[in-house]
C-alpha cells in the first residue's frame, strides 16, 4: 500500500513538472491567452528582360535593290527586326515611347506620302509584337505606332509569357513606312532619320490552373 502511495506521488510530481515545462516553454500573458508574433513576407519574380540597344533602318526612296541577309528587297524602309526577350518567371506587359527626328530636309507626316508630294516626307511607324516578325512590316492600329517629332506612347503594346524552362520568351519591334519619290529635290545621304525608343514594363500575375 505505501509503495503504491509512493508510485502515485512520485506520477503526480512528474505530471507537475511537465506542465511546468510547458508553460516555461509558452509564456501565459494572462489565463486562457497567449501573445504569438507573426512574421510575414514578400514571394518577388525575378525580372530579366532583353531589349536592343542599337539598331539600324535604311530609307530607300527610289526602291533600289537591297541586299539584306542574302536577300534582295526594294522597301522603301527597311529595317532589321529588334528582339526583345522576357527571361523573367512571369508575363510582362510591355510599353513602349517613340520619336522621330528628322535631318536634312526631310519632313516627318503622319500618313503615307502622295504621288504629287514633292516635299521629302517620311511616313514611319513601330510595328511590335510577341514572337517572330512578320515577313512585311505593314501599318495595323492594333500593333502600331505612327512616328512624330513628338513623343508618342503604345501602352501595353504587347505582352510576353514568361520564359520556357531556361528560353526566353521573344518579341520583336521594326520600323515600317512609305517615302515621297516625287520630290523636288533629289534625296541625298544628308537626308535622314533618327529614332529614339524608350521600353517600360509591368509584371502581370501568372496564370493558374483551376482545381
Do not use: C, H
Request: proline residues 5%.
Amino acid at each position: 500500500m505505501k509503495i503504491r502511495r509512493f508510485l502515485a506521488l512520485a506520477l503526480a510530481f512528474t505530471m507537475v513538472m511537465g506542465l511546468s515545462m510547458t508553460a516555461l516553454a509558452d509564456p501565459m500573458t494572462a489565463a486562457g491567452e497567449q501573445d504569438i508574433e507573426v512574421t510575414v513576407t514578400t514571394e518577388v519574380p525575378v525580372i530579366s528582360v532583353t531589349v536592343p540597344t542599337t539598331a539600324t533602318v535604311k530609307l530607300n526612296p527610289y526602291r533600289l535593290d537591297v541586299t539584306v541577309d542574302g536577300e534582295t528587297v526594294t522597301d522603301q524602309v527597311i529595317s532589321a527586326p529588334m528582339v526583345v526577350t522576357n527571361g523573367s518567371n512571369v508575363p510582362i506587359i510591355v510599353s513602349y515611347t517613340a520619336k522621330a527626328e528628322a535631318a536634312g530636309e526631310v519632313v516627318i507626316v503622319a500618313t503615307a506620302p502622295k504621288a504629287t508630294d514633292t516635299a521629302k516626307s517620311a511616313y514611319l511607324f513601330v510595328k511590335a509584337g510577341a514572337g517572330a516578325a512578320p515577313d512585311a512590316i505593314t501599318y495595323d492600329k492594333n500593333d502600331s505606332l505612327v512616328l512624330s517629332t513628338k513623343d508618342q506612347t503604345k501602352a501595353a503594346a504587347f505582352e510576353l509569357a514568361k520564359k520556357n524552362g531556361d528560353d526566353p520568351t521573344p518579341g520583336y519591334l521594326a520600323i515600317g513606312g512609305n517615302l515621297s519619290t516625287q520630290s523636288a529635290k533629289d534625296w541625298v545621304a544628308a537626308d535622314k532619320v533618327n529614332v529614339s525608343l524608350k521600353f517600360s514594363f509591368i509584371v502581370k500575375a501568372n496564370t493558374v490552373a483551376e482545381p
